[in-house]
Structure formats: structure tokens, C-alpha cells
């Protein structure tokens, strides 16, 4: 599925949040839910960074920081 169709689904679907969703390094799975208006061709491109210091077993607040790199 390429970019241009995930948007244009996004749009025709008046969609209003998006939940990425990943495993962290524990196999547990978690997610990040953003809202839409924020997801457009950059986005697939430098991800969405959050941080990770609230996931068990990751680094503390000053060396957590994280890049969520989405696939279309």
C-alpha cells in the first residue's frame, strides 16, 4: 500500500486519530495514538518520536527518546 493511498483512505474515512502500535523490547505490546491531522507524506518518512523511558526495561527520561518509523 503506498503513501499517497494510506492518506487518501485516511481522508475518505474521516479518520481522526492514529494508534501505532509496536512490541517493545520485552515482546509486550505498546502504542502511540496521534491525531490525524499530524500524519502526511513526512511523516512516513521521519516517523514520530515519543518517549520511551515509561516502557519497562528501557533507558531512564535523559536517554529515551525514540523514533516510531510507520509502514505504508
Known sequence: ??????LTMMEEYNVKFVDLRFTDTKGK???VSIPAHQVDEDFFEDGKMFDGSSMAGW?????SDMVLMPIA
Not at 1 to 6: K, L
Not at 59 to 63: A, C, L, M, R, S
Open 59 to 63: 533507558k531512564g527520561i535523559n536517554e
Open 1 to 6: 500500500m503506498s503513501v499517497e493511498h494510506v
Open 29 to 31: 505490546e505498546q502504542h
